[in-house]
């Protein structure tokens, strides 16, 4: 029988009204930490960053103030945004042949005198093995196979690749902002995942050279690099002030408190709390927060001095959105407040979301029509050349109905 509506409404309103009390005693809470975090002062001495490793959560390291805001500068009356971004169709077991689709979408706005719009689309279809494979050179016995979560990321370093390209050609005289959806930290290549050299392929290969190419860029031209993080669930920052507020020793953490919890005191002060929600306090709209850098092991052992990942937290009206980049933006003044100062000019243009990565997204969207479509035309191109387009009875049985 259908489940009672009447008693659904009835648990929602006490669940409700028991958040409600919970809320008013979060913010108390946070309010506590805060002064906490003032009290504690600047950054860790470097001893206490490279400490940071052996706590059992992952905390930023800070490179400027522990907490902190900074307003808005104003952006160049002429400029550009470049961004592009990735859709793909997957390698499916069921079709007649092994391949993937990777569709790039991406567009340059222009704003200024010359106000000015280009919107494009590239798509990548891989059916060779040398695709559809990574091989380790040193032992080509040992491959892993592109598809799932490799192929996302993937997907990832060819949508960076696209941007710099894109970027290398925007006009030379107007500041430009080059700007990605998601992050720069590729998160599904850290632990012990996949073989050394996926990672190799990946960020070695491509990933570092296509960031190399954007810094190359900005020091010719007024180029900055940023990727937009819409809704963080980050607590990188919650778990620096966390490390600063514990007295105890690593061993000590390591058995009491994990990301986001620990039944130690004065630890236990930051349990449960997002960065976000700590920088929606301190920010008014179209500031910033101090910048960090990610103790992530993935760009700490892979990326290089020159290409490691910071962030800083902005309040763009709408939200708090974490912004990535790297090192040699942050370490450069002028590119900071170039990115700071158009990120927020294209949320306020798209109603708090960017418009470059909104209609970059547009163009490299694969919905569920064209990936019907996609499956077809690759039976149908089979057939005309008298190849076989056998597929799974599974797969048939969902494309045709019994009734």
Same mark, same amino acid.
């Given at each position: 029988?259908?489940?009672?509506?009447?008693?659904?409404?009835?648990?929602?309103?006490?669940?409700?009204?028991?958040?409600v009390?919970?809320q008013?005693?979060r913010?108390?809470?946070?309010?506590?930490?805060?002064?906490?975090?003032a009290q504690?002062?600047?950054?860790?001495?470097?001893?206490?960053?490279?400490?940071?490793?052996?706590?059992?959560?992952?905390?930023?390291?800070?490179?400027d103030?522990?907490i902190?805001?900074?307003?808005?500068p104003?952006?160049?009356?002429?400029?550009?945004? *470049?961004? $592009? =971004? @990735? +859709?793909? &169709?997957?390698?499916?077991?069921?079709?007649?042949?092994s391949?993937?689709? %990777?569709?790039?979408?991406?567009?340059?706005?222009?704003?200024?005198?010359?106000p000015?719009?280009?919107?494009?689309?590239?798509?990548?279809?891989?059916?060779?093995?040398?695709?559809?494979?990574l091989v380790?050179?040193?032992?080509?016995a040992q491959?892993?196979?592109?598809?799932?979560?490799?192929?996302?990321?993937?997907?990832?370093?060819?949508?960076?690749?696209?941007?710099?390209e894109?970027?290398?050609?925007?006009p030379?005289d107007?500041?430009a902002? *080059?700007? $990605? =959806? @998601? +992050?720069? &930290?590729?998160?599904?290549?850290?632990?012990?995942?996949?073989?050394?050299? %996926?990672?190799?392929?990946?960020?070695?290969?491509?990933?570092?050279k296509?960031?190399?190419?954007?810094?190359?860029l900005?020091?010719?031209?007024?180029v900055?690099?940023?990727?937009?993080?819409?809704?963080?669930?980050?607590?990188?920052?919650?778990?620096a002030?966390?490390?600063?507020?514990c007295?105890?020793?690593?061993?000590?953490?390591?058995q009491?408190?994990?990301?986001r919890?620990?039944?130690?005191?004065?630890?236990?002060?930051?349990?449960?709390?997002?960065?976000?929600?700590?920088f929606?306090?301190?920010l008014?709209?179209?500031?910033?927060?101090?910048?960090?850098?990610?103790?992530?092991?993935?760009?700490?052992?892979?990326?290089?001095?020159?290409?490691?990942?910071?962030?800083?937290?902005?309040?763009?009206?709408?939200e708090?959105?974490?912004v990535?980049?790297?090192?040699?933006?942050a370490?450069?003044?002028?590119?900071?407040?170039?990115?700071?100062?158009?990120?927020?000019?294209?949320?306020?243009?798209?109603?708090?979301?960017?418009?470059?990565?909104?209609?970059?997204?547009?163009?490299?969207?694969?919905?569920?029509?064209?990936?019907?479509?996609?499956?077809?035309?690759?039976?149908?191109?089979?057939?005309?050349?008298?190849l076989s387009?056998?597929?799974?009875?599974?797969?048939?049985?969902?494309?045709?109905?019994?009734?």
């Open positions: 029988m259908p489940f009672d509506l009447g008693e659904v409404a009835l648990q929602l309103e006490q669940a409700a009204r028991s958040l009390q919970s008013n005693d913010q108390l809470r946070l309010a506590s930490l805060l002064d906490a975090a504690a002062g600047q950054a860790p001495t470097d001893a206490a960053t490279n400490a940071m490793s052996e706590r059992p959560y992952l905390s930023a390291r800070v490179t103030a522990l902190g805001n900074y307003p808005n104003p952006p160049p009356e002429n400029w550009c945004v *470049a961004s $592009v =971004d @990735g +859709s793909h &169709v997957d390698v499916d077991r069921h079709m007649p042949v391949c993937f689709l %990777v569709n790039l979408g991406g567009c340059i706005l222009r704003y200024g005198d010359q000015d719009a280009s919107l494009f689309s590239q798509s990548h279809l891989a059916t060779e093995r040398a695709d559809l494979y380790d050179p040193a032992n080509p491959e892993e196979p592109v598809s799932g979560a490799l192929l996302g990321l993937v997907r990832t370093v060819m949508e960076l690749e696209k941007l710099s894109v970027a290398d050609g925007l030379g107007l500041p902002l *080059a700007l $990605v =959806d @998601g +992050s720069l &930290v590729l998160w599904g290549l850290s632990g012990q995942g996949y073989r050394p050299f %996926v990672r190799v392929a990946i960020i070695q290969d491509r990933f570092l296509a960031l190399d190419k954007l810094k190359v900005s020091q010719t031209r007024p900055t690099l940023a990727a937009y993080v819409s809704l963080p669930r980050s607590t990188e920052v919650v778990n002030i966390r490390r600063c507020l007295p105890h020793e690593p061993a000590r953490c390591r009491a408190c994990g990301n919890r620990s039944v130690v005191s004065p630890c236990n002060l930051a349990n449960d709390f997002l960065d976000r929600e700590l929606q306090r301190l008014n709209p179209g500031w910033r927060s101090p910048v960090y850098r990610t103790n992530s092991s993935v760009p700490r052992e892979n990326y290089g001095d020159e290409q490691q990942v910071n962030f800083y937290y902005l309040n763009v009206g709408e708090i959105a974490r990535e980049v790297p090192e040699w933006v370490k450069s003044q002028e590119l900071l407040d170039l990115g700071h100062s158009l990120i927020l000019d294209q949320c306020r243009r798209g109603q708090g979301y960017p418009v470059a990565i909104s209609e970059s997204h547009e163009q490299a969207a694969v919905r569920a029509a064209d990936r019907r479509m996609f499956k077809e035309l690759v039976s149908r191109s089979l057939e005309r050349e008298g387009a056998l597929t799974s009875e599974k797969d048939r049985s969902k494309r045709l109905p019994w009734v």
